[in-house]
């Protein structure tokens, strides 16, 4: 008799461990989840600001703003612009080719510029947020989220 309830004592303290499993992860998978998330807002912030630097240099130098991410980075390479000028993250150290896409799922940005290269916008297409403005060419270079 003692062993049968000592078996559903066992039993009872497996369903107690597989529960007490169940409810740690139901807490922290989604903060980490939240986490994730907020890690790829601040790179893919981080990269529109350095599209942001690289287009105040393209525009010192050509006297408009390039809204081509293309000639962007190829302008970026062929300056040899300092690593300095941007800016880095503890995950995400500057490189030039990732300022074509959003780290989340890697999307490209929505950039452009006016004709004459006075104004440029760039936008996360994840709402992450923008850069100019293509219907306020009064906001260039004004970061939305600050
Ligand atoms: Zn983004």
């Known amino acids: 008799m003692p062993q049968v309830k000592a078996k559903g004592s066992i039993i009872l303290e497996i369903l107690i461990i597989v529960l007490i499993g169940v409810l740690v992860y139901t807490i922290y998978d989604p903060a980490m989840k939240i986490r994730a ?4 807002r601040k790179v893919c ?6 599209i942001r ?3 105040l240099r393209y525009f010192d130098e050509y006297s408009r703003y390039t809204g081509n991410i293309d000639s962007l980075i190829a302008f970026i390479k062929a300056k040899n612009l300092p690593d300095s000028l941007f800016f880095s993250t503890a995950t995400e150290k500057f490189n030039p080719d990732s300022l074509r896409r959003c780290p989340k799922l890697n999307q490209p940005y ?3 510029a006016d004709s004459l290269g ?3 916008w760039v936008e996360c297409p ?3 947020g923008m850069i100019g403005s293509k219907e306020k060419p009064e ?3 004004k970061v939305s989220w600050e």
């Open 37 to 40: 998330e907020e890690e790829l």
């Open 126 to 128: 994840y709402g992450h």
């Open 118 to 120: 006075k104004y440029y």
């Open 53 to 55: 630097q690289a287009e």
């Open 139 to 141: 906001d260039v270079n």
């Open 110 to 112: 929505i950039i452009g």
């Open 45 to 50: 912030r981080f990269r529109m600001k350095n």
